[in-house]
């Protein structure tokens, strides 16, 4: 799981980079906030038939099977967090079982896309190595 990670980091940045550009703009021009969120279940499922966007201003970017990025916009803190949790209880019934990753960020904490989203990566890959760190232990006990 991490080695595919590491692996793919860089395609799956620029990709949420891209479809941040907007976003970005409207954040330092006009003080819009966003907030970006991803999903990771370590179960063999596609994200894509699960996560359901409300908001037409909201964007779904499709990373890989199991990994997804959200982008909700016009969000503060608390709003966030609102949106993560309805995110959340989205996957968790498909994800019974499974380890799941979820974190969400919004534009008011970082001061561009690029640090947004390599924090977001930077988290789930110490997600996945913990993961495979307890594997290791639990098959040597």
């Known amino acids: 799981m991490l080695a595919e990670i590491k692996e793919n980091r ?11 550009d907007e976003y ?3 954040s330092k021009r006009y003080h819009i906030n966003f907030a970006v969120a991803i999903v990771y ?10 996560i359901d966007i409300k908001r037409k201003t909201d964007k779904y970017i499709s990373l890989d099977k199991n990994l997804s990025c959200v982008v909700f916009d016009c969000i503060d803190s608390e709003s966030s967090q609102r949106a993560a949790l309805n995110l959340q209880n989205q ?12 974190e969400v960020i919004t534009s008011i904490e970082y001061e561009s896309a690029s640090k947004m989203t390599n924090y977001l990566f930077d988290t ?7 993961i495979e760190v307890e594997n290791k ?4 006990s």
Request: glycine letters at 0%; aromatic letters at 10%.
């Open 24 to 26: 970005s703009y409207r």
């Open 10 to 20: 860089q395609n799956y940045v620029e990709k949420i980079i891209d479809n941040l």
């Open 124 to 130: 789930l890959e110490e997600f996945l190595y913990n």
């Open 41 to 50: 279940c370590t179960k063999n499922i596609d994200l894509r038939e699960i």
């Open 91 to 102: 996957v968790e019934e498909s994800c019974l079982n499974e380890d799941l990753y979820m």
């Open 137 to 140: 232990l639990s098959a040597i």
